[in-house]
């Protein structure tokens, strides 16, 4: 088992930014991809980056420019520092580990931006 622990959200003003944390516990030898998906209301959760094992990295487009992904391997530890934040970008963010063919989620964290 691996367990997520995402940190970082909160309320910021449009054109501002926030760097979210996801800390991963447990089984993390072999941990494969790591991403950040978000999920506003009515809508459906989607990928917003991902950086595999070895760096390689993937935003979707409306992130592109703004947000970076990066991750500590020593400590099981991925980042996302989101600028220049917009009010579309108002979501509960979460943290996904692929293990061994296995998804694993932690549990959201909100990020508001206010406009």
């Known amino acids: 088992q691996v367990q997520l622990v995402e940190s970082g959200g909160g309320l910021v003003q449009a054109g501002g930014s926030l760097r979210l944390s996801c800390a991963a516990s447990g089984r993390t030898l072999r941990l494969n991809v790591m991403a950040w998906y978000r999920q506003a209301p009515g809508k459906r959760r989607e990928l917003v980056a991902a950086i595999g094992s070895s760096g390689s990295t993937n935003f979707a487009d409306s992130v592109k420019g703004r947000f970076t992904i990066s991750r500590e391997n020593t400590n099981n530890t991925v980042y996302l520092q989101m600028d220049s934040l917009k009010p579309e970008d108002t979501a509960v963010y979460y943290c996904?580990?692929?293990?061994?063919?296995?998804?694993?989620w932690g549990q959201g964290t909100q990020v508001t931006v206010s406009s």
């Open positions: 996904n580990a692929d293990k061994d063919g296995r998804d694993y």
